[in-house]
């Protein structure tokens, strides 16, 4: 079977058109391609992508995208779009998830039908997790029920990837290839909504992607350009100020999705006298060095941050819904009497009781609640004075408690049989270099990242991007093949576990094959050293969380071409000299630093929250039926 020569040719007009006139609308407007068209279903998917100013699409190929990646092939050679070929599904999703947080450009995943699309699908937890909104392209089975399709779930049901998807985002299966309009309106409001973004999945039957259809290009729909939302008067908001008024203690909780309200944030904070606590996700939305920055509060924490959340009477929630570690499982607040919070999703400003929600887009209201703090002037100030001297004096003890860690000598390992840099001390020695460099920062889950938000020293968000929604093992490593795809790329290094980089190794040739430049740090303790941890501090004794199984990591990166594989040694100075190796490479580095893991207090920075999980789940959940808010 043939595509056709007419409709190859046709196609290369269009997207010749499309490549000299910009943009779809500039393209119809002169003429230069017809309003309607007549044309096939992944031809009309490409355009109303482009529309919505998808340019860029991550794919591993199969027989369930054949079509769709003839579509592009033309539109490729064409300048039109661009195509990235990957090794693994899951590693592709985060590279795509990390593309859109990170540099904010709109990309598409695509697979094949059945297990490709159920990876790639397991890796989108990450965008769901933290409100990243990619599209994810799938093949599915055929329209026709002329029996099995190889690969499709093996069942006597319809549509069942569309039940899957539907469950994780929003998703669309265009069993009928004109309802291509309303599917890719319904992706736009899902990849670009501003306060609750995720992933938004367009499954494609193997037999509907060639089919014809009439197309009026006019009518695709484009990208959604949508006004900040705020409450319509005054009356919540001056209740709102009252109430901080008052307080004599008082914390600001900036969840994820504070990211990029900096200056809104940091103006209420101070017109409010208010501590503010962080999640792991928002660092930077206030200086590090901010006199109201407490740090990260949560199960995990910091000192100075859960003493801030656990003693306010007043709790201001920003941006946040409530995950388990940022709130200690709902007990963080244990002498709260109210909330105020600060949301664009109804669900999430009302997590917490005794709350006055404030809903809409957090600028437009901080700024409003901010401006008649302000005017109130001292009265705010008058009462918080003590309060915010003890928030002081914990942030002290905490700075005082990391700089030990932090100055720490190596530590006599075990498994390595000789001392070795402890995590915090050599992860402090990465994420210095990376501010000294300008260098953006990507955290794989596990102890890396446990001890990774607690060290970093952001003064704006955009300097560390860390994957805690869903704690996604591989996924700063994935993520960096985003700094290979970027129209402006920046230099980026991925903090990585052994553990979390053996889930993904695939991006030292995706790295190398798409022109990475950055590096990987492999922090190796021979562990899962964050469960490890966890267990001895319930049951008092690790279990199958570590194996016997040496790797040299330095070899292993070596044996591909073009990486650039370096020890970092076992002292702060060699690392050092590595980062600053790699940094004059002009493309992949990776860098191996064996880490102590261990007993020694000066190998960690400790968790100073609680969390509702094995033998504290009973404590836990009493001190929750007992909290009023």
Not at 106 to 132: D, E, H, K, R, W
Not at 261 to 277: G, I, N, P, T
Request: charged letters at 20%; proline letters at 3%.
């Amino acid at each position: 079977m043939t595509t056709g020569k007419s409709r190859t040719e046709d196609m290369r007009s269009r997207a010749r058109a499309l490549a000299k006139a910009g943009g779809i609308e500039s393209a119809v407007a002169s003429g230069a391609i017809s309003r309607i068209i007549d044309t096939t279903l992944s031809e009309a998917l490409v355009l109303g992508l482009h529309k919505q100013g998808v340019r860029k699409y991550l794919a591993i190929f199969g027989h369930g995208s054949t079509d769709l990646g003839e579509v592009l092939r033309i539109y490729e050679e064409e300048g039109v779009t661009r195509t990235f070929n990957c090794r693994n599904e899951v590693a592709m999703a985060h590279a795509a998830t990390a593309l859109r947080w990170q540099y904010g450009e709109i990309p598409a995943v695509i697979t094949s039908i059945g297990p490709g699309a159920m990876q790639a699908y397991a890796g989108a937890l990450a965008a769901a997790s933290n409100g990243v909104g990619v599209y994810h392209i799938y093949g599915d089975e055929t329209t026709f029920g002329e029996g099995y399709n190889m690969q499709q779930v093996p069942k006597e049901e319809q549509g069942l990837f569309g039940q899957m998807t539907a469950i994780l985002g929003r998703s669309y299966t265009l069993h009928t290839p004109e309802a291509i309009r309303d599917a890719l309106r319904r992706g736009a409001m899902q990849v670009n909504h501003p306060y609750k973004a995720g992933p938004f999945f367009l499954l494609l039957p193997l037999n509907t992607q060639p089919k014809r259809l009439r197309l009026n290009l006019a009518a695709l729909p484009s990208l959604p350009s949508l006004p900040a939302m705020a409450p319509s008067d005054d009356d919540d908001l001056d209740v709102a100020a009252q109430q901080i008024a008052e307080a004599r203690s008082i914390v600001i909780k900036a969840g994820g999705g504070t990211r990029g309200h900096d200056k809104a944030v940091r103006r209420l904070a101070e017109a409010a006298s208010a501590a503010v606590a962080l999640s792991p996700g928002s660092t930077g939305v206030l200086a590090d060095a901010h006199g109201l920055n407490m740090h990260v509060a949560g199960s995990k924490g910091s000192l100075s941050g859960n003493f801030a959340t656990a003693n306010a009477e007043l709790v201001v929630v920003i941006g946040s819904r409530g995950v388990c570690q940022a709130d200690c499982s709902g007990i963080g607040y244990k002498k709260a009497k109210a909330v105020i919070n600060i949301n664009g999703d109804l669900n999430d400003a009302t997590h917490y009781n005794n709350t006055l929600p404030l809903t809409g887009d957090i600028t437009a209201i901080a700024e409003r609640l901010a401006a008649k703090l302000e005017v109130m002037g001292e009265a705010v100030r008058a009462c918080k004075a003590e309060w915010l001297a003890a928030c002081k004096a914990k942030k002290a003890e905490w700075s005082a408690y990391k700089r030990a860690r932090f100055s720490a000598a190596p530590i006599a390992d075990e498994v390595w049989q000789r001392p070795c840099l402890g995590q915090p001390a050599a992860i402090k020695v990465v994420a210095d270099f990376a501010k000294q460099t300008g260098a953006a920062k990507l955290f794989d889950a596990g102890d890396v990242q446990a001890n990774g938000f607690q060290i970093v020293e952001d003064d704006h968000t955009g300097e560390t991007f860390t994957e805690t929604g869903a704690s996604y093992m591989g996924f700063a490593s994935s993520g960096l093949l985003a700094s290979g795809i970027a129209d402006k790329p920046r230099y980026t290094i991925a903090f990585c576990g052994d553990g979390s980089f053996m889930m993904n190794p695939q991006i030292l040739i995706d790295g190398v094959e798409h022109g990475v430049r950055g590096a990987i740090v492999i922090f190796d303790n021979r562990r899962m050293a964050a469960i490890t941890g966890l267990q001895n501090a319930q049951y008092g004794v690790g279990f199958k969380t570590n194996d016997g199984v040496a790797v040299d990591y330095v070899r292993l990166a070596g044996a591909v071409s073009g990486v650039n594989a370096l020890s970092g040694g076992f002292t702060t100075e060699s690392l050092r000299e590595a980062l600053a190796a790699a940094h004059k490479f002009d493309g992949l580095s990776v860098i191996h630093v064996p880490v102590y893991a261990g007993a020694n207090e000066l190998g960690g920075l400790g968790a100073w929250g609680q969390w509702n999980v094995g033998n504290w789940c009973d404590e836990v959940q009493k001190d929750w039926i007992e909290q009023d808010i």
